[in-house]
């Protein structure tokens, strides 16, 4: 598959823009009755017009037709018009050739592990990652023959490269597998030092590694990894492409290769996403930049007022980097925000964090991230709780450790919320 061409992305001369393309891109009216907005296409199967039609439908599904043969719509299952144009959209996102949608982020990540592991293969992953990443290395791959070594700081040249001699040690190094900005501690790791060392993996073993991108943190607005030498993207559409706490999805984007292996597990299995989130996933890519700047600037608020409580012990937001660091260099070339999700670190530890998340009002207590509403959690007894307490100490989710997803309210009712929070802390805690 050639190279996806954006330049027929066009009025006449000028190129459209993402956010006009969220509205229209994939989606002809006059296929659908004249119809403004994408109907929902309830339907399981699809009628072909003769037998050598579904025939070559088959083909291309199976992956027996060559390539550039027309997909067509023959099976749910396979394909949808609510999935081709979320899929369609998506791939405009991150300049990428292809995407498949799935029925949550983490079938996404677990169906591109599956497309390009094998048994006795390593993989390469930074730590931390979202907790049910932690566990599919940890419970599922392991027993399936897949190991892992791990680096636990993403800007160390160093370290990458040493955990990275460690895995091909323990056998080919199939994919790097990394999570930036991490959740739920905000660490991030250098894309391009990822792709050299993807690169000096292929010297050794005559075979570049995939490298796996967890982008949920930032979106396909605020990060490219593709640019930055990934091959394949992975996302939470729950989180910011939903985002409105009302749809579970996930995503994989990137590379023809990859995503022609990644499409046909998919099509095995039947883990796509269903045709109303689908659906509803078009309605959310439509404002998704306007929510996303609304939550990131109310991100930058709320954090800069918490750096400045004496009941709280350190802020995890990716704007507080130290200036002239390597954390700050890499933050300004690879992230285009700082995002809207980050922890912070009550004094007084588990007890104390427990106090301040029991007193919130605006805030709701629930796991999740992304959406239009301010969630807050606590992430050792929640969503990390699966890994244990030595590794989550190891990895910095420490017990005092709250996490805060901003949403798009006015910053001012949030401060005022968690200024009661921490004002049930005495002295003592």
């Known amino acids: 598959m050639a190279r996806r061409d954006y330049r027929k992305s066009r009025v006449g001369a000028h190129a459209l823009e993402p956010e006009t393309l969220m509205l229209g891109f994939g989606f002809d009216p006059a296929l659908s009755e004249g119809a403004v907005k994408t109907p929902i296409f309830l339907t399981s199967t699809f009628a072909y017009k003769t037998c050598e039609e579904g025939k070559q439908l088959f083909d291309h599904m199976s992956g027996r037709a060559p390539a ?38 983490m079938a996404a990540i677990l169906t591109a ?29 392991a027993k399936w023959g897949v190991a892992s070594s791990s680096f636990f700081d993403g800007l160390d040249d160093a370290a990458v490269r040493d955990a990275s001699a460690a895995a091909l040690d323990r056998g080919t190094l199939a994919a790097i597998y990394v999570e930036t900005p991490a959740n739920p501690t ?22 570049r590694p995939v490298v796996i991108v967890d982008n949920t943190m930032l979106g396909p607005l605020y990060q490219s990894p593709l640019k930055h030498g990934a091959d ?8 910011y492409v939903g985002g409105h706490s009302d749809l579970i999805g996930g995503a994989a984007v990137g590379w023809a290769e990859p995503m022609r292996k990644i499409r046909s597990i998919r099509n095995l299995i039947g883990n796509q996403l269903d045709v109303n989130s689908c659906w509803m996933l078009t309605r959310s890519l439509e404002t998704l930049r306007l929510r996303m700047d609304k939550a990131f600037d109310n991100a930058g608020v709320v954090a800069g007022w918490l750096r400045d409580q004496p009941k709280v012990e350190r802020v995890a937001y990716p704007g507080f980097a130290p200036a002239d660091s390597r954390e700050a260099e890499v933050i300004a070339r690879q992230c285009g925000a700082h995002g809207a999700t980050f922890s912070f670190v009550v ?9 301040v998340l029991d007193r919130l009002e605006v805030f709701k207590l629930a796991v999740s991230l992304g959406g239009t509403e301010s969630l807050a959690c606590h992430p050792a007894s929640t969503t990390h709780s699966g890994v244990s307490a030595n590794e989550r100490a190891m990895l910095g989710i420490e017990e005092g450790m709250v996490r805060l997803s ?14 009661r929070g921490l004002a049930t802390l005495s002295a003592k805690d």
């Open 68 to 105: 550039g043969a027309d997909a067509g719509l023959i099976y749910t299952r396979f394909n949808n018009p609510n999935l081709q144009i979320v899929e369609e959209r998506l791939a405009v996102l991150e300049r990428a050739d292809a995407c498949a949608v799935f029925s949550s982020g």
């Open 113 to 141: 592990l599956l497309a390009v592991t094998e048994p006795g293969d390593a993989v390469l992953r930074s730590r931390p990652l979202y907790g049910g990443t932690e566990t599919l290395f940890d419970n599922l791959l």
């Open 186 to 207: 905000n660490s991030v790791v250098d894309l391009d030092l990822i792709a050299k060392v993807a690169d000096e993996a292929a010297e050794r073993q005559g075979r």
């Open 232 to 239: 394949l993207v992975v996302y939470s559409l729950t989180k």
């Open 347 to 355: 004094r007084g530890g588990r007890p104390a964090a427990f106090k």
């Open 406 to 419: 901003i949403g798009i309210e006015a910053p001012s009712d949030l401060i005022a919320d968690l200024d």
